[in-house]
């Protein structure tokens, strides 16, 4: 098969690491890719939006499969593109991908479907939801409709910053037109939990759990990111847990889609809080998480190549997901200032000392190669260290031991990437 994966992150990385170890893979290209996908796959200069390159490109080199990993390109219709062109792909249509692409749709389907999720309102106008406000218990939750780069919640403890978050997300616009409605949602309280799915519209299989660490500093502290760090499986996800959440969340959500005429294949990512009434859906995400992927692939035993077509032909039943009884953590190393004003463009070092060390592995998400062909820093969140354990602190201290490894210009993780939860 000759595969594209649309995408240039740490979770792409992860993918295209994982999908070249496929025997059925003949060559593998990414739009755009990065320094670290280079190593897997052909990287080509497309941008992720650029639909009409991208199916050019596709039918120019005979693609038998595209993969499009971000929201943007999902929730725009990347899938619907390459469809319209006779040219399969991974994802779910624009239709589907709503199901991320606007809270309010998401807080509505789960309210007609039952499905368990926090009380909430959805604003059009600023002046009503201060009107709400004025009499809504606190704490409370606001968030941008739209998309916002897993950075527009609000969690607001005063009436006082409710009022000034109605003014940063629908008249300040801080998020432009993902604010222009809004959803006010019941606080609650609970462990997190990610929960990624294969779905082929019908059927839908579970993969192993996993936890995202979404706040910048140590000790949950600083600003909201699109992740710092992630371990697998998460202790708090248990057989109970599990199989409330295969009866009333996962099996529905999928029906519920195909009842609204929305029929859903590709990846559902379930943001669970695990609240004393029990389970309740937080977000949904049309797409893999990054960076859980970093660490629910890397223990996954299936050749995804199989998954991927399985979801595409609608023939999931027929796929049993395996994966390792084993942990895996993975520490973001990003670049100082994060996620608010930062520099790129230093130099990294110390690739190497990752080559042949089983269970161990570098992922990048901000890099590229600068004019003289050196790694250098190019985002944010630059690199995704994973480490493999038999338990999770055993990963947690290969993780952090292979952090080391890496040296590059303002250097910056967190240094408690599931830490509470082993000593818990
Ligand atoms: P979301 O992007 O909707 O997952 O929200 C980002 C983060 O905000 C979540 O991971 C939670 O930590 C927090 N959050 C979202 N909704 C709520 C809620 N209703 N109650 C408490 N915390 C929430
Ligand atoms: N790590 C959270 C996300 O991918 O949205």
């Given at each position: 098969m000759k595969v594209l994966i649309v995408g240039g992150g740490g979770r792409e990385h992860a993918i295209a690491w994982k999908a070249v170890q496929?025997?059925?893979?003949?060559?593998?290209?990414?739009?755009?890719?990065?320094?670290?996908?280079?190593?897997?796959?052909?990287?080509?200069?497309?941008?992720?939006?650029?639909?009409?390159?991208?199916?050019?490109?596709?039918?120019?080199?005979?693609?038998?499969?595209?993969?499009?990993?971000?929201?943007?390109?999902?929730?725009?219709g990347a899938v619907d593109a390459f469809e319209a062109a006779g040219i399969r792909a991974f994802g779910p249509r624009k239709n589907a991908a709503i199901l991320e692409g606007s809270k309010a749709f998401s807080k509505d389907l789960m309210k007609k479907y039952n499905i368990p999720t926090a009380g909430y309102e959805t604003f059009d106008s600023p002046e009503e939801a201060l009107a709400y406000i004025e009499h809504a218990p606190m704490p409370i939750v606001l968030k941008a409709d739209g998309l916002a780069l897993g950075k527009g919640v609000l969690i607001c403890n005063t009436r006082e910053e409710a009022k000034d978050g109605v003014k940063t997300l629908m008249l300040d616009k801080q998020f432009g037109s993902a604010g222009d409605r809004i959803v006010v949602e019941e606080f609650m309280t609970g462990r997190e939990v990610s929960v990624l799915s294969f779905v082929d519209g019908k059927t839908i299989k579970i993969m192993t759990s996993a936890q995202d660490h979404k706040r910048a500093k140590d000790g949950d502290?600083?600003?909201?990111?699109?992740?710092?760090?992630?371990?697998?499986?998460?202790?708090?996800?248990?057989?109970?847990?599990?199989?409330?959440?295969?009866?009333?969340?996962?099996?529905?959500?999928?029906?519920?889609?195909?009842?609204?005429?929305?029929?859903?294949?590709?990846?559902?990512?379930?943001?669970l809080m695990l609240t004393e009434q029990?389970?309740?859906?937080?977000?949904?995400?049309?797409?893999?998480?990054?960076?859980?992927?970093?660490?629910?692939?890397?223990?996954?035993?299936?050749?995804?190549?199989?998954?991927?077509?399985?979801?595409?032909?609608?023939?999931?039943?027929?796929?049993?997901?395996?994966?390792?009884?084993?942990?895996?953590?993975?520490?973001?190393?990003?670049?100082?200032?994060?996620?608010?004003?930062y520099e790129k463009g230093y130099k990294m070092t110390g690739f190497e000392n990752f080559k042949d060390k089983d269970g161990y592995y570098v992922f990048h998400a901000g890099s590229k190669f600068d004019a003289e062909g050196n790694i250098v820093t190019n985002g944010g969140r630059v690199l995704g260290v994973t480490a493999k354990g038999a338990t999770l602190k055993e990963a947690r201290e290969n993780a952090y031991k292979a952090t080391e490894w890496i040296e590059f210009g303002n250097k910056y993780m967190r240094h408690d990437i599931g830490k509470a939860i082993d000593e818990a």
């Open positions: 496929s025997p059925r893979v003949e060559k593998l290209y990414c739009a755009p890719g990065n320094a670290g996908i280079a190593q897997v796959a052909e990287c080509v200069d497309i941008g992720v939006m650029d639909f009409d390159a991208q199916v050019a490109f596709a039918k120019e080199h005979g693609i038998d499969l595209v993969i499009v990993g971000p929201d943007d390109p999902l929730a725009a502290q600083g600003l909201n990111t699109g992740g710092m760090g992630t371990f697998s499986p998460s202790p708090f996800y248990t057989e109970e847990v599990d199989s409330f959440c295969r009866n009333y969340i996962y099996q529905p959500t999928v029906d519920a889609m195909r009842a609204e005429g929305r029929e859903f294949q590709g990846i559902i990512f379930f943001g029990g389970p309740k859906v937080l977000e949904y995400n049309a797409r893999f998480g990054d960076p859980e992927t970093q660490v629910v692939l890397p223990r996954m035993k299936n050749d995804i190549m199989d998954v991927f077509e399985a979801c595409v032909d609608g023939t999931l039943d027929q796929v049993e997901l395996e994966f390792e009884d084993n942990a895996a953590v993975c520490v973001v190393l990003a670049s100082a200032g994060y996620p608010e004003h």
